[in-house]
C-alpha cells in the first residue's frame, strides 16, 4: 500500500512547494487528417471516430490531476479533417491562439502543416507519421516526434530476430510507396544488425477486394506458391504499410516460419493488452473514458500532451519554444508504462521509447533487447543515431 502512496505524497510535497507559481491555462490540439481508404483486412482493425481524441482526454485528465493543486488548467480541442481541408482547420486552431498542436497526418501533409504552424511560432508533435526523412533532412525545428519511425520499429523487430538467431529473412515488401518505404527500414536493419537477405520478394497490389467471400481462398492458392520462390530462410519480414497482404502471410507460407514486421510479430508502441509497469490503470482509465481499448495512435497522442503537461509542471511555461526547450533538455523525463522513463533526442526531435512486438493478444517482447548496447542508452540503438543524422534544425 505504501508503495504506492509514496509517489503521490511526493508529488504533493513537491506541487505544495511550487504553490506560489502564476496559474497556467494550456490550450492545446489535436488534429487528425482522415484519409480515405480501403477497410482494413480485419473487423479488429476498424478506426474509432475518437481515435487519437481518447488519448488527448486521458491526458487532459492526468495533466488535470496535478495541475490542480498549481492552478493550471488543461483543455485540448479535437479537429478530425478530409486532407482538402486540413490546412483550414490549422489556420483556424492558429487564429484561435492555439500554439501546442498534435498532429496524426501524413508525412507530405505533415510538413506543410509544421512549416504554417512554425511561421505563428506554434509547436507540432507528430503522432502518426513513421517517415524517417521527417527526422533526418527534412526535421523542423519545431516539430517533436512521439510516433517512433520506420527504422524504430523496424530495428526493433531486427533485435528480436538477431536474439532469437533467425538471422537468415526473406524480406517480402508490397508494391506501394508507403510499402517501399518500410521495405528500406527493414534493408537497412537487416544491415545494422548483421541478418542476411537470403530472398527479398516484392508483392504486387492488384487492387482487388481483401474481404469478399473468395478473398482468403485467392490468398490460399497465392501465398504458398509465391513462397515458392524463396530461398531457406529462418523467418518472413513483411513490409506492408497499406496493410494489403501481410495479415495472411502465417499460416499460407510454404516452409513453416515465423512471421514478423506488418504481419505476425508486430512492432507498436501500445495496445489493448499491454498490462506490465502499471499500463493496467491506464488501460482500465482509458477504457472507462472511450468504452474501447486503446490504440497506438490513442497512447501517442497521450504521450504528446503529457509531455506538455510535465513542461507546464516542471518548468512552469506553456509557451511552445519553452515546452521544446525543457523536452529537448536532460531535465525532462517522463513515465510512459514501459518500464524505463522516455526522453527526446536532441538532435532530431525523436522520443525515445521502448517498441512492443506484439502478436495481436499479448506482448511477447519488448525492444531493445538484452545485449544491444549503446554508449548513451540502449534506447538509441533504435532508429536514427547522432552520428547517422542529417537533421540540422536542432543545431
Same mark, same amino acid.
Given at each position: 500500500?505504501?508503495?504506492?502512496?509514496?509517489?503521490?505524497?511526493?508529488?504533493?510535497?513537491?506541487?505544495?512547494?511550487?504553490?506560489?507559481?502564476?496559474?497556467?491555462?494550456?490550450?492545446?490540439?489535436?488534429?487528425?487528417?482522415?484519409?480515405?481508404?480501403?477497410?482494413?483486412?480485419?473487423?479488429?482493425?476498424?478506426?474509432?471516430?475518437?481515435?487519437?481524441?481518447?488519448?488527448?482526454?486521458?491526458?487532459?485528465?492526468?495533466?488535470?490531476?496535478?495541475?490542480?493543486?498549481?492552478?493550471?488548467?488543461?483543455?485540448?480541442?479535437?479537429?478530425?479533417?478530409?486532407?482538402?481541408?486540413?490546412?483550414?482547420?490549422?489556420?483556424?486552431?492558429?487564429?484561435?491562439?492555439?500554439?501546442?498542436?498534435?498532429?496524426?497526418?501524413?508525412?507530405?501533409?505533415?510538413?506543410?502543416?509544421?512549416? +504554417?504552424?512554425? =511561421?505563428?511560432?506554434? #509547436?507540432?508533435?507528430?503522432?502518426?507519421? $513513421? *517517415?524517417?526523412? %521527417?527526422?533526418? /533532412?527534412?526535421?523542423?525545428?519545431?516539430?517533436?516526434?512521439?510516433?517512433?519511425?520506420?527504422?524504430?520499429?523496424?530495428?526493433?523487430?531486427?533485435?528480436?530476430?538477431?536474439? +532469437?538467431?533467425? =538471422?537468415?529473412?526473406? #524480406?517480402?515488401?508490397?508494391?506501394?510507396? $508507403? *510499402?517501399?518505404? %518500410?521495405?528500406? /527500414?527493414?534493408?537497412?536493419?537487416?544491415?545494422?544488425?548483421?541478418?542476411?537477405?537470403?530472398?527479398?520478394?516484392?508483392?504486387?497490389?492488384?487492387?482487388?477486394?481483401?474481404?469478399?467471400?473468395?478473398?482468403?481462398?485467392?490468398?490460399?492458392?497465392?501465398l504458398p506458391l509465391f513462397m515458392q520462390e524463396a530461398d531457406d530462410h529462418d523467418v518472413v519480414i513483411a513490409a506492408d504499410e497499406t496493410d494489403y497482404f501481410a495479415r495472411f502471410l502465417p499460416y499460407h507460407l510454404w516452409s513453416p516460419r515465423a512471421v514478423m514486421g506488418s504481419g505476425g510479430l508486430r512492432p507498436v508502441t501500445f495496445h489493448g493488452a499491454h498490462e506490465a509497469w502499471g499500463a493496467t490503470q491506464y488501460q482500465t482509465r482509458f477504457e472507462e473514458l472511450s468504452g474501447r481499448y486503446a490504440k497506438p495512435e490513442d497512447y501517442n497522442v497521450w504521450l504528446a500532451l503529457r509531455v506538455v503537461g510535465e513542461?507546464?509542471?516542471?518548468?512552469?511555461?506553456?509557451?511552445?519554444?519553452?515546452?521544446?526547450?525543457?523536452?529537448?533538455?536532460?531535465?525532462?523525463?517522463?513515465?510512459?508504462?514501459?518500464?524505463?522513463?522516455?526522453?527526446?533526442?536532441?538532435?532530431?526531435?525523436?522520443?525515445?521509447?521502448?517498441?512492443?512486438?506484439?502478436?495481436?493478444?499479448?506482448?511477447?517482447?519488448?525492444?531493445?533487447?538484452?545485449?544491444?548496447?549503446?554508449?548513451?542508452?540502449?534506447?538509441?540503438?533504435?532508429?536514427?543515431?547522432?552520428?547517422?543524422?542529417?537533421?540540422?534544425?536542432?543545431?
Amino acid at each position: 500500500m505504501l508503495k504506492g502512496v509514496l509517489p503521490l505524497l511526493s508529488m504533493l510535497i513537491w506541487c505544495l512547494g511550487a504553490g506560489s507559481a502564476a496559474a497556467i491555462d494550456v490550450k492545446a490540439a489535436v488534429l487528425r487528417v482522415d484519409y480515405p481508404t480501403l477497410l482494413p483486412i480485419s473487423r479488429y482493425d476498424l478506426k474509432a471516430d475518437d481515435l487519437g481524441f481518447a488519448g488527448a482526454a486521458l491526458a487532459d485528465e492526468d495533466n488535470g490531476t496535478t495541475g490542480s493543486f498549481l492552478g493550471h488548467t488543461y483543455e485540448t480541442t479535437t479537429v478530425a479533417a478530409a486532407p482538402e481541408d486540413a490546412d483550414a482547420a490549422m489556420d483556424k486552431l492558429l487564429a484561435d491562439g492555439i500554439r501546442l498542436i498534435v498532429v496524426l497526418a501524413a508525412g507530405e501533409d505533415l510538413l506543410r502543416l509544421t512549416d +504554417k504552424a512554425a =511561421d505563428q511560432g506554434a #509547436l507540432v508533435f507528430n503522432a502518426g507519421a $513513421a *517517415d524517417l526523412p %521527417l527526422r533526418d /533532412a527534412e526535421c523542423r525545428v519545431n516539430m517533436l516526434h512521439t510516433a517512433p519511425s520506420h527504422a524504430m520499429k523496424a530495428d526493433a523487430v531486427a533485435q528480436f530476430a538477431i536474439w +532469437k538467431k533467425w =538471422d537468415d529473412w526473406v #524480406l517480402i515488401g508490397g508494391s506501394n510507396p $508507403a *510499402d517501399m518505404a %518500410l521495405t528500406e /527500414a527493414y534493408r537497412r536493419a537487416a544491415n545494422k544488425f548483421g541478418a542476411t537477405l537470403v530472398s527479398e520478394l516484392t508483392f504486387e497490389d492488384t487492387g482487388g477486394a481483401r474481404r469478399t467471400d473468395s478473398g482468403h481462398v485467392l490468398v490460399q492458392r497465392q501465398l504458398p506458391l509465391f513462397m515458392q520462390e524463396a530461398d531457406d530462410h529462418d523467418v518472413v519480414i513483411a513490409a506492408d504499410e497499406t496493410d494489403y497482404f501481410a495479415r495472411f502471410l502465417p499460416y499460407h507460407l510454404w516452409s513453416p516460419r515465423a512471421v514478423m514486421g506488418s504481419g505476425g510479430l508486430r512492432p507498436v508502441t501500445f495496445h489493448g493488452a499491454h498490462e506490465a509497469w502499471g499500463a493496467t490503470q491506464y488501460q482500465t482509465r482509458f477504457e472507462e473514458l472511450s468504452g474501447r481499448y486503446a490504440k497506438p495512435e490513442d497512447y501517442n497522442v497521450w504521450l504528446a500532451l503529457r509531455v506538455v503537461g510535465e513542461a507546464v509542471t516542471r518548468a512552469n511555461t506553456a509557451e511552445p519554444d519553452g515546452v521544446r526547450d525543457y523536452a529537448l533538455s536532460k531535465a525532462f523525463e517522463l513515465a510512459a508504462f514501459k518500464g524505463q522513463k522516455v526522453t527526446f533526442r536532441d538532435w532530431n526531435g525523436q522520443l525515445r521509447q521502448p517498441i512492443l512486438l506484439y502478436d495481436g493478444s499479448i506482448t511477447v517482447s519488448v525492444s531493445p533487447q538484452e545485449g544491444f548496447l549503446h554508449q548513451t542508452s540502449p534506447l538509441d540503438t533504435l532508429g536514427l543515431d547522432r552520428p547517422e543524422s542529417k537533421c540540422t534544425a536542432f543545431n
